[in-house]
Structure formats: C-alpha cells, structure tokens
C-alpha cells in the first residue's frame, strides 16, 4: 500500500471531550456528548470519572425528522 493510499484511509481526527474513569486500571471512557448526567459515572466499575481529551474521529451528528404540523 502506497503513502497516499494510506493518508486517504486514515479519518481525520480532532480533539474531543471526553469523561474517563479515576480508577487507572479502569480503561473506561465516554464522550461527553454521549454522557447522561452533568458529572457521570464511570459505564464500567460506576466509581467516579475526571473530564479529559481524546483525538477522536468526528462523529456525524443524528438529523432529527422534520416536525410535523398538528391539524
């Protein structure tokens, strides 16, 4: 595979908020778009998680259908 076929291949990547786990053998983490509560505990051991960074891929928002009008 050639450089540029890999360059092409690769997503583009941005920093990302993120809640991991305090726990450091706990490898456990969330995006904050993804968590359900304001300061939310960790999905894995439930002990408490510290707001971080990660260089993620983006990840495409979800389209809401149009509403629709009541008659």
Partial sequence: MSVQQDEAIKPEVKPTVI??????????????????NEY????????????????LPAVPKAKKPPRTKKK
């Fill in 19 to 36: 809640w991991k786990c305090k726990d450091a053998e706990c490898k456990a983490w969330v995006r904050e778009e993804y968590a359900t």
């Fill in 40 to 55: 939310p505990e960790c999905p894995l051991c439930k002990g408490p998680t510290i707001r971080s960074f990660k260089h």
